[in-house]
């Protein structure tokens, strides 16, 4: 409902009835001071004079002579036969400024960041019969509060679901349910923490968002290096941590997949040594060319703690994920949940549990995979026409790719030049931990971009490209970047 169709039926209005000031002036002043700092925007409909007379227990003159003078002024707007309304007077300034709060990032024309899933395609349909379902046949108790690991009815088609279509070896007794994957890694690295970890190995690079979410929960991250293949076993035993969280499927931001051979390594390492393994498995279920690669949390289940959400498959608004656990975190990671009392709503797990029993999940998967696959393969196209010197990689999952540049000094300069002009993008420069010695580049999102927006897309990125250093030096840099734009134009 926009401001200009609102009704307001609650007003805070303060009158002071001891008789210093005339109780009508009292009003008239604080409805205008609310019409003035944008609390009552231009267009939203009054309260009737008799409904306000009511609930302020004053006579109907008192608001008719407040309305009346507020009207004379253009604050209010009176028509026979409607309730009064805000008037045009003051209140745009007030309109953008609460607008400016509500949103505060800059119009992008191109949102090209790489973890951004098309929001426009949330089958919100299919989902409101699961909320009703949820509504119409919740128990009592699944509406009180409830086992803090999750309902079971959900932790239930989950298992089903993960077993299928991940190949995980689980059963719903090992589920928790959180607010997203973010939440997941919070909760354990806070259990690792009370059990004296001091440092926990992150893939380098990896979401910068994993770096600051561990120091918050008292683990300074180690840096272990990724290379084609995956996370480099020989890096992680020289660490010497004893726990790391890894993205097999499609290496965040790299979008390296990891080998069988990698995914054997790692497993052994963590059955050997003991170590724990935290799978973030965020978009795994958006793979194109080859068959889908099962999760790590198969080869090892005692060892691995699998993290999932619905930010990629569905939407990050639901924020809700889960976690499938090694019997050994269990109990530490359901007391550390319970005491917070920070669990997913009742009602939504249930319509989820729904929306997945009914295979609503699968049948959106299968068309989000189609629609991003024609995404992925136009924008691979329009790049190699238009920078086919620069490497394209980490193509076969996921939502974003790797475009390989020579020089961080590359990607910054690319970066900085295409935000300029209103492209948001990211770079491998973003997502580094100290001692980064690897490829770098920037990370470009299909998510969200439109098949016909492609060609418009990679032309900007082609100009933000002509001006990186590397260009810049090389030779024949000016006939380079002409010969770029000109391909694109
Ligand atoms: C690598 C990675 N893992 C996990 C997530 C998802 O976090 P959440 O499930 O808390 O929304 C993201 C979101 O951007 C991500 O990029």
């Not at 989950?158 to 890694?185: E, F, K, Q």
């Not at 926990?200 to 300074?220: D, F, K, V």
């Not at 995956?230 to 931001?253: C, E, K, M, N």
Request: charged share 25%; with cysteine; hydrophobic share 40%.
């Amino acid at each position: 409902v926009s401001p200009r169709q609102s009704q307001v039926r609650e007003l805070l209005v303060h009158l002071d009835r001891s008789g210093q000031a005339p109780i009508s002036r009292q009003l008239e002043e604080q409805l205008r001071e609310a019409i003035q700092d944008g609390r009552l925007e231009s267009g939203q409909t009054l309260p009737s004079t008799r409904m306000l007379a009511e609930d302020l227990a004053v006579s109907r003159g008192v608001v008719v002579r407040a309305y009346t003078q507020l009207a004379a002024e253009g604050y209010v707007t009176m028509r026979q036969g409607t309730n009064p309304s805000v008037g045009a007077i003051g209140t745009p300034l007030a309109e953008t400024a609460l607008r400016e709060q509500a949103d505060p990032s800059p119009r992008l024309r191109y949102d090209l960041r790489p973890e951004r899933p098309d929001l426009s395609q949330f089958p919100r349909g299919d989902w409101l019969r699961s909320v009703r379902h949820a509504l119409n046949r919740a128990t009592d108790a699944e509406l009180g509060y409830a086992d803090c690991r999750g309902l079971h009815v959900l932790r239930q088609e989950l298992a089903r679901y993960l077993a299928r279509a991940r190949g995980l070896a689980i059963t719903a007794d090992r589920i928790v349910i959180t607010v997203g994957s973010t939440h997941a890694l919070t909760l354990i690295e806070h259990v690792l923490h009370r059990r004296g970890e001091r440092t926990i190995g992150l893939e380098n690079p990896s979401h910068e968002l994993m770096h600051r979410l561990a120091r918050r929960c008292g683990l300074e991250p180690v840096g272990i290096a990724v290379d084609e293949e995956g996370l480099r076993v020989d890096a992680l035993v020289a660490s010497r941590v004893t726990a790391v969280v890894v993205s097999p499927a499609h290496q965040f931001p790299t979008g390296v997949a990891y080998t069988a051979e990698r995914r054997a390594e790692l497993a052994r390492w963590a059955e050997e040594t003991g170590g724990l393994i935290l799978e973030d498995d965020y978009d795994a279920e958006f793979r194109y060319d080859r068959s889908p690669i099962g999760a790590l949390q198969g080869l090892a289940p005692e060892r691995v703690a699998y993290i999932g959400s619905t930010s990629k498959t569905l939407i990050p608004g639901l924020r809700l994920g889960w976690v499938v656990l090694p019997s050994a975190l269990i109990d530490d990671v359901a007391t550390e949940l319970g005491e917070s009392m920070l669990h997913h709503s009742a009602l939504e797990q249930l319509a989820f549990a729904d929306f997945l029993r009914r295979g609503e999940l699968d049948r959106h998967l299968r068309r989000m995979r189609l629609l991003y696959r024609r995404r992925r393969d136009s924008l691979v196209t329009a790049l190699a026409r238009a920078a086919p010197q620069f490497p394209v990689s980490g193509t076969a999952a996921g939502l974003h790719l790797l475009l390989e540049l020579p020089s961080a000094g590359d990607e910054a300069s690319a970066c900085a030049h295409a935000s300029k002009h209103g492209i948001a993008v990211q770079c491998v420069g973003d997502h580094t931990l100290p001692g980064y010695g690897g490829v770098r580049g920037l990370l470009i999102g299909y998510g969200t971009l439109q098949e016909a927006a492609v060609d418009l897309a990679v032309r900007e990125l082609a100009s933000a490209l002509a001006v990186t250093p590397s260009m810049a030096r090389n030779d024949s840099a000016g006939s380079a970047a002409a010969g770029l734009l000109a391909r694109v134009a």
